[in-house]
């Protein structure tokens, strides 16, 4: 596996359910990304691990719930979600630092929730 | 908070030249990113502007001017290839964050 790998590539869900979506890089960076891309709307950062450091955007709502176990993993762990949280999420990394403008992104998981 | 703006459209037939503008206003700025997304694929990384002026990469160019707020994608000899969805995004401070505008559908015609 080469890039940056994310599965699955395709989700439905309940309202009740529980899931998770997984991303792992093979480019040896350190830094990784969450994003959500909804239509008609720019990317959405949601979330930033690195060093083992998270950063979020305060306007996602408590159902994402992300985890980093290292720094080719990635997990973005969903429970009790609403149908306006249908849309493409976006794993990416990069470098830190001065790279960080060049990230690497996954093919996406596209969420449809019922 | 930062914003980033672009036109939401822009057509042109193969083998001519088109500019996409993007103009941003954000609280600071490390650098402007340009990305090419096509349908159904991964935002992929063309080019990277942190300081005033025109950067060469084949048949991709990007521009910036910190002055005006401004950055410009220019995008020459036009293949049908080339339809896709282009995206600008500020790196606007020292952290690893980029915000990124809405994106440009650009549709190559024959």
């Known amino acids: 596996e080469t890039g940056v790998t994310q599965t699955p590539r395709h989700l439905v869900m309940g309202m009740t359910n529980k899931k998770s979506l997984k991303c792992e890089q093979h480019?040896?960076?350190?830094?990784m990304y969450w994003y959500k891309q909804s239509a008609k709307k720019p990317l959405e950062l949601m979330f930033v691990y690195s060093l083992e450091e998270r950063v979020e955007n305060n306007s996602v709502p408590s159902r994402f719930s992300p985890e980093c176990p290292n720094s080719s993993h990635l997990f973005l762990h969903l429970h009790t979600l609403q149908p306006e949280d249908s849309a493409l999420y976006l794993c990416?990394?990069?470098?830190?630092?001065?790279?960080?403008?060049?990230?690497?992104f996954g093919p996406g998981t596209r969420l449809t929730v019922t | 908070g930062q914003s980033l703006e672009q036109p939401s459209e822009v057509t042109a037939v193969e083998g001519a030249i088109v500019q996409i503008n993007c103009t941003y206003q954000?609280?600071?700025?490390?650098?402007l990113s340009w990305y090419q997304q096509h349908d159904g694929g991964a935002p992929t990384f063309l080019s990277y502007n942190a300081l005033d002026g025109l950067e060469e990469t084949g048949r991709f160019s990007s521009f910036l001017s910190r002055s005006d707020s401004y950055g410009y994608l220019l995008l020459q000899e036009l293949q049908m290839k080339d339809s896709a969805s282009y995206f600008c995004a500020v790196r606007a401070h020292a952290g690893n964050m980029l915000t990124f505008g809405g994106g440009t559908r650009l549709m190559v015609k024959p």
């Open positions: 990416a990394s990069s470098q830190l630092g001065d790279r960080v403008y060049e990230q690497y």
């Open positions: 954000t609280s600071g700025f490390y650098g």
């Open positions: 480019l040896g960076h350190n830094a």
